[in-house]
């Protein structure tokens, strides 16, 4: 049996964790394996728990009186058989017969110094990580991370399974949008590791527009391009996969500046979609862009400037498009998923033997 902790669902409306955690759920609902779901009442503000049709009776219904003190429960299941404990967001199943597993998607927290809040998140989940039986790095930039930080974890029981990227994602004939033709997409989150500002001042001189995609402008980031970008940019607010997918058939790249990533969906995304993409060359992303035509290898306004002229020559806009369609071949879901079946799998023949 599997049994697996959705409590992501509870803690964020929307993200690159939700998007993993929905399309795992996803894919092993067309399987026969035997899965419980650990769900709350707040689940359904998740955009990408909405998108689920999980059987009512696969559900394990629990109460979150507060979503600070649930991330610290071990969560206590009535099962007598060995099974596979998987939380969404580090959390361990203290059962003896649990077969814990944990994912790792990345360390930015260890990339400058905490607040008392992360500090406390941090610690966390090194506890989950070494309470693991198996845990589950995103790319190899992680696992490297993760050696780093966590140095006392047994290397054997740490395993490699990229992230996929959604169907939904392909090139389109007609470009849907002619007017994004101009535009730099913008996708995702705008900590501060990802550089966002850096952006605006790279396009501030230039004919660009910018299009931003993701959760509503703050008042600080309005008044920025208010005042660098006046009347050149627009944003789409949490646009669905359809949607991100014509934005991404019809605008001239992706800028993505961060310098930080576990993994880095919206390259993979981009790229099954025909958009080139122009990024740094840290963390995961060289291990994952594949062609490094585009990778800045530092972060200048230059660089960047000099990575959007050569996509103004055809054959070489042409030649890294064909890179990227070749690339994304790497990484499915339905791959990602299948691989953690195998490790489930060979985690319960282990103990049941």
Same mark, same amino acid.
């Given at each position: 049996?599997?049994?697996? +902790?959705? !409590? ?29 779901y650990i769900e709350y009442e707040s689940s359904d503000c998740n955009l990408f728990r909405q998108r689920l049709d999980i059987p009512e009776s ?11 003190? %649930? ?11 060995? #099974? ?13 017969? %649990? ?45 490297? *991370? ?5 140095? +006392?974890?047994?290397?054997? =029981?740490?395993?490699? !399974? ?11 004939? @007609?470009?849907?949008?002619? *007017? ?15 550089? #966002? ?7 501030? *001189?230039? @004919? ?23 009347? =050149? ?5 949490? &646009? +669905? ?13 992706? %800028? ?9 969906? &919206?390259?993979?995304? %981009?790229?099954?979609?025909?958009? &080139? ?5 840290a963390s995961s992303i060289p291990e994952i862009i594949g062609d490094h035509s585009l990778l800045m290898e530092s972060l200048t306004k230059n660089? #960047?400037?000099?990575?959007? +002229?050569?996509? =103004? *020559? &055809? ?15 790497? #990484? ?17 023949? =282990?103990?049941?033997?």
């Amino acid at each position: 049996m599997i049994v697996l +902790d959705n !409590i992501i669902f509870s803690l964020q409306r929307a993200g690159g964790i939700s998007v993993f955690w929905q399309q795992l759920i996803s894919n092993l609902l067309k399987t026969s394996e035997d899965i419980r779901y650990i769900e709350y009442e707040s689940s359904d503000c998740n955009l990408f728990r909405q998108r689920l049709d999980i059987p009512e009776s696969s559900i394990i219904k629990k109460k979150l009186n507060s979503k600070l003190i %649930a991330q610290f429960l071990h969560p206590r299941i009535n099962i007598k058989e060995k #099974f596979i404990f998987h939380s969404s967001y580090f959390r361990t199943c203290s059962l003896k017969n %649990a077969i814990n597993v944990t994912t790792v998607h990345d360390f930015i927290y260890q990339q400058s110094k905490m607040t008392l809040k992360q500090r406390i998140r941090t610690e966390l989940n090194v506890q989950a990580i070494k309470n693991s039986d198996a845990v589950v790095c995103v790319s190899e930039n992680t696992k490297r *991370d993760l050696m780093k930080y966590v140095p +006392d974890v047994d290397p054997s =029981r740490v395993h490699i !399974i990229y992230n996929g990227v959604s169907e939904d994602f392909r090139v389109i004939d @007609e470009t849907p949008y002619p *007017d994004l033709k101009g535009h730099i997409l913008y996708v995702g989150g705008r900590q501060s590791y990802k550089n #966002f500002p850096f952006l605006i001042d790279c396009i501030k *001189d230039t @004919e660009f527009h910018l299009l931003i995609c993701g959760s509503e402008l703050s008042n600080e980031e309005t008044a920025l391009l208010d005042e660098h970008l006046p009347g =050149r940019y627009k944003q789409i607010i949490f &646009p +669905d996969n359809e949607e991100l997918n014509k934005v991404y058939n019809s605008v001239y790249a992706l %800028a993505y500046p961060s310098s930080y990533e576990g993994f880095g969906i &919206p390259v993979i995304e %981009a790229q099954r979609s025909g958009c &080139p993409v122009i990024a740094l060359d840290a963390s995961s992303i060289p291990e994952i862009i594949g062609d490094h035509s585009l990778l800045m290898e530092s972060l200048t306004k230059n660089e #960047f400037l000099s990575k959007l +002229d050569l996509l =103004r *020559d &055809p054959k070489t806009r042409s030649r890294i498009i064909s890179a990227g369609l070749e690339n994304c071949k790497r #990484f499915s879901w339905a791959k990602m998923a299948q691989e953690y079946i195998n490790l489930y799998n060979h985690l319960l023949l =282990r103990n049941n033997s």
